[in-house]
């Protein structure tokens, strides 16, 4: 498999890999994927009081690919706010990282685990800072 | 490609196919360019020095495996040894019964020609290999039925190396009359193999296996007690009518040579591959949650199958460029397949993904080890600091009790 150089960037320089401490405030985290399948991705975000993501950190269990897809995403969500973030789909990471067909699966599952740090984060913190964000977006 | 790797990597992959013997090439170049005749041609020099090469080469072949050189079909690989004999056995005796017995460990070319037969209305029953990988006799005693017909069974196993007890199984087969069919591809040079003794009535080989050439191998087919095939492939009859078309000299006169050098230079080649496979795993020995996967003495000395719990097998492979592995998780299409040998021995999807299979050889020194392992233990590192399931297996989550959202 020839990867392009922005994955192979990617996966050796992984940007904001770890974890935040589930209980801190404005943190909120998806999880996405199943070890079946050779993916998961946990992709968590930091929001502030604005409603804007000021940290994002991920870990990946799957294949060059989904490191890049997630790794990228964190980049892209920072500085975002919440109602952004939620914009971000997967044919764009595609475009970026010039994923291969048989691997547009990874840029999916990227999507989707934003789609989860959000959802998480707005069960957390309720609609309010949805609106919020929505304000710091207009 | 714009990342070209600027050294080539470790080769650690020789049971996908191994590089020709220098002393091989140069035995097979002369039949390339100036004894260039086709072994078929009767009626001058040419033809003559190319048929006594072909027959030398039949008892290079047939003296690593104790056989009579009249019973060596050749062929372009174990592949068509393979459907040879399967569909041949099959084809010839359909009158006798219509059941066939294998195992899930088996090749592909051994599993997707028990396919095509199935098409045609034979039976197949698939056998599971024990935790270890290894053949219960019971079991398949239990499988056999009066109308079976043919076994097939693999003499090691092309992924994780075990090595089948086929003088046991040969013993239940004959007794009860079914045709033995066995898949010697990645046991030459290996094992010791003695088909006078063995009782096992078809026997692939390959070339290239056992650095030998790519496009060669051969069918063992038994004459005392004989057995029948319906030829595959059909024209001038060479080969006794069992496989038609012109000898390729060059490719044959490889093999032989291959397979002599195999007979003079097993014992003490294995002894020096085991130490180092052995070496291998002992650097290993103090991560944590690494398995062997199939059984660790029941198998030949070049090949060590490990998972990597909690990093997938592709982006290890990916971290691993200085290395030319083989990984259990063959993500190459939309849907991820773990090995399906890995599958049947019972192993999850998490530990199949994570598999690599290293396969040593004649040119692996001890230096490609020990870079090997102080490469591996530093990736992996990386990989599981970067992994979720790592981060839970480490927080005392069990992940067999998560509710994962499959994709």
Request: contains cysteine; aromatic residues 6%.
């Amino acid at each position: 498999m020839a990867y392009s150089e922005k994955v192979i960037d990617h996966y050796e320089n992984p940007r904001n890999v770890g974890s935040f401490d589930k209980a801190d405030e404005g943190v909120a985290t998806g999880m996405v994927g199943a070890p079946a399948c050779g993916d998961v991705m946990k992709l968590q975000i930091k929001v502030n009081k604005a409603g804007i993501i000021e940290d994002a950190k991920f870990k990946t269990y799957g294949c060059g690919s989904a490191i890049a897809s997630s790794s990228l995403v964190t980049e892209w969500v920072k500085g975002k706010t919440v109602d952004e973030a939620a914009t971000i789909r997967n044919t764009q990471i595609a475009a970026e990282l010039a994923l291969p067909p048989v691997k547009i699966h990874c840029s999916i599952l990227a999507e989707d685990a934003i789609k989860a740090a959000i959802a998480d984060y707005r069960k957390k913190y309720g609609a309010g800072d949805a609106d919020a964000g929505k304000k710091a977006a207009d | 490609m714009s990342l070209a790797i600027r050294k080539k990597p470790i080769y650690l992959d020789y049971s996908a196919t191994t590089p020709v013997d220098p002393r091989v090439a140069e035995k097979m170049i002369p039949w390339l360019t100036e004894q260039f005749g086709n072994p078929a041609s009767r009626s001058h020099g040419y033809g003559w020095e190319a048929e006594e090469a072909v027959e030398n080469a039949r008892v290079e072949v047939a003296k690593l495996v104790n056989c009579d050189p009249k019973e060596i079909v050749w062929t372009s690989g174990a592949t068509e040894s393979d459907n040879l004999a399967i569909k041949g056995a099959a084809h010839f005796y359909k009158t006798k019964g219509k059941h066939l017995i294998t195992m899930k460990t088996e090749h592909k070319a051994v599993l997707d020609t028990l396919r095509e037969l199935e098409r045609e209305g034979f039976e197949v029953t698939y056998l599971d290999p024990e935790p270890d990988g290894l053949l219960d006799l019971d079991k398949l005693k239990a499988a056999i039925r009066p109308d079976t017909i043919l076994a097939s069974i693999m003499m090691v196993n092309n992924e994780i190396g075990v090595i089948q007890p086929i003088a046991e199984i040969g013993e239940i087969t004959r007794a009860k009359g079914i045709i033995f069919h066995v898949d010697s591809a990645q046991a030459t040079g290996k094992v010791a193999i003695d088909l006078d003794k063995l009782k096992v009535d078809l026997m692939s080989f390959s070339a290239h296996k056992t650095y030998g050439p790519k496009g060669i191998g051969a069918l063992y087919v038994r004459r005392k007690p004989r057995v029948r095939l319906e030829a595959q492939m059909h024209g001038g009859g060479h080969e006794k009518g069992f496989r038609s078309g012109t000898l390729a000299t060059h490719q044959i006169v490889g093999m032989g040579e291959a397979f002599r050098i195999a007979r003079l230079e097993m014992a003490a080649e294995n002894e020096r591959i085991g130490k180092l496979r052995d070496k291998l795993l002992a650097g290993f020995r103090d991560m944590e949650e690494i398995y062997v996967n199939g059984d660790l003495e029941q198998r030949v000395p070049h090949n060590l199958n490990v998972s990597f719990n909690f990093v997938e097998g592709e982006s290890l492979i990916m971290g691993m460029k200085e290395l030319a592995v083989s990984s259990g998780s063959a993500c190459t299409s939309a849907s991820l397949e773990p090995s399906y040998v890995l599958r049947a021995l019972g192993r999850n999807d998490e530990l199949a993904h994570s598999s690599i299979r290293f396969t040593l050889g004649r040119f692996t020194t001890e230096a490609d080890i020990d870079f090997a392992v102080k490469l591996i233990k530093e990736r992996i590192g990386k990989l599981r600091e970067m992994s979720p399931l790592w981060e839970m297996y480490k927080d005392g989550v069990d992940l067999n009790t998560v509710q994962w959202a499959a994709h």
